[in-house]
């Protein structure tokens, strides 16, 4: 089955991407091509019901005007154009267009289905997973991450015991982070999993390594080394599977966008490997990621978790990572990811976690002088993650937290909240 589709193309706008999700909500798929697509290509998606055109006019990319091909004005299929002046169809909006003009324009114009919802989509997705893989393997890398686990749990759907997940514990993951992956696709969803717990490897690796770049470098260089290592001993995999989402192919730019960063999954997989792509949910925009794994059955802690860097607790034990202060740090969040879920915070703010920095200070303890470090929290909310604000935490949650960290764990005599808004900070310390 093939679901009803509405294309926009891309004339520059900035609001590509609220038009695509205004009419997805409306029950319409919908999908974002450059402005310079040619009408046999439209023709061969045999889904398109309708046409939008959006962005302005004198609109100039590389020299170029943004202008659409007249062959895709004689398709036949109906048009809108928004904010395009000299756009040469009938209905003309310098907006975008109200819920119900859309409505209109969708179920009356183009004579489109409400088919898009995440019942089909996993139909659909089943299906072509199952033509593209045949009786083939297919390797994953399970993070535990939102996009990973979904991509496994739907693919675990597709061809069950043919999907190999490599689950790398770095020594770097949150507490029971890895333990909980093995719960859910090992014990809970049957899964075909192998956990390699490469802890000590990326631990020596890092030892006394400061600066932070290098550190990163590190972390994603030896996790594509355990990766490719696991990937050797098994024989048989054809196939990649990769969270590739939306977002993903948006921002690393149609033709017409400008790149706002370059595509990189998380973890950072081999790019030498020789295997094709599984990427069945590069159509979705992150919520729909989270409404197919609840579709899917994962758990909703795992699927409506908060963001967490590839290189994990590594950027969060700031310099040199030394062992005490590691798990100072896991500890520490722990307790924060407590008390939040305690107070419904985790529902509310955006991202939230501990650090802790290089030095010690001198603080008394049992009546006696002690030298130890500081455990900073850090709790933000933010859309896109470029800018952030901080949540302004009540002190009675701060304070239990404290109490909390200060009697439970070890090599710590400080509590300190950071203040600082992304600009001129970034979110993470490293
Ligand atoms: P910054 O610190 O740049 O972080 O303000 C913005 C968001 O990105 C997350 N982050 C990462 N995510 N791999 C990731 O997948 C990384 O290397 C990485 N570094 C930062 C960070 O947690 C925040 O949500």
């Not at 979904?150 to 693919?155: D, G, H, I, Y």
């Not at 029971?176 to 490897?201: K, P, T």
């Not at 409404?291 to 908060?306: A, D, T, W």
């Amino acid at each position: 089955m093939k679901q009803d589709m509405i294309v926009i193309l891309d004339l520059g706008s900035t609001e590509n991407t609220k038009v695509a999700r205004e009419i997805r909500d409306l029950g319409v798929y919908s999908e974002i091509y450059p402005h310079d697509i040619t009408a046999d290509e439209l023709k061969a998606m045999d889904n398109v019901k309708g046409i939008i055109l959006n962005g302005g006019e004198n609109r100039v990319v590389d020299g170029k005007a943004v202008e659409v091909c007249d062959c895709i004005y004689k398709i036949g299929l109906p048009m809108m154009s928004i904010d395009h002046p000299t756009a040469k169809c009938g209905l003309k909006f310098d907006e975008i267009p109200d819920k119900d003009q859309m409505k209109n324009f969708l179920f009356d114009t183009c004579g489109a289905e409400a088919n898009w919802n995440m019942k089909n989509f996993i139909e659909d997705q089943v299906e072509l997973i199952r033509r593209q893989v045949g009786d083939k393997k297919v390797l994953l890398a399970l993070s535990g991450g939102v996009d990973s686990s979904v991509v496994a749990a739907l693919l675990i759907k597709a061809i069950g015991k043919q999907l190999v997940c490599v689950h790398v514990n770095h020594g770097l993951m949150r507490k029971g982070e890895s333990e909980s992956v093995i719960e859910v696709f090992r014990n809970q969803l049957d899964a075909n999993l192998i956990y390699v717990d490469a802890s000590e490897r990326f631990l020596s690796k890092l030892e006394n390594v400061a600066d932070p770049e290098a550190k990163r470098k590190i972390i994603g260089a030896e996790f594509i080394r355990v990766f490719e290592e696991e990937a050797g001993k098994l024989d048989g995999i054809e196939f990649l599977g990769q969270g590739t989402i939306y977002p993903d192919i948006i921002e690393s730019g149609t033709k017409t966008a400008k790149i706002v960063k370059s595509h990189h999954n998380v973890g950072g997989l081999p790019e030498n490997l020789q295997f094709g792509l599984v990427e069945p949910l590069k159509q979705l925009f992150k919520d729909e990621v989270r409404s197919c794994g609840i579709e899917l059955g994962l758990p909703s802690n795992m699927v409506f978790r908060q963001p967490f860097p590839g290189p994990g607790l590594g950027v969060r034990c700031l310099g040199a990572i030394t062992r005490d202060r590691l798990e100072a740090v896991r500890e520490s969040d722990a307790i924060l990811r407590e008390e939040f879920a305690n107070a419904g915070l985790d529902k509310k703010v955006w991202q939230y976690f501990t650090l802790i920095p290089d030095f010690k200070s001198v603080g008394v303890k049992n009546n006696e002088r002690c030298f130890e470090f500081p455990v900073i929290i850090r709790a933000v909310n933010t859309v896109d993650a470029m800018t952030a604000t901080i949540e302004q935490l009540d002190w009675d949650i701060l304070i239990k937290v404290r109490d909390r960290i200060l009697s439970e764990v070890k090599n710590v005599n400080r509590v300190l909240y950071d203040l600082s808004p992304k600009p001129c900070a970034t979110i993470e310390w490293e």
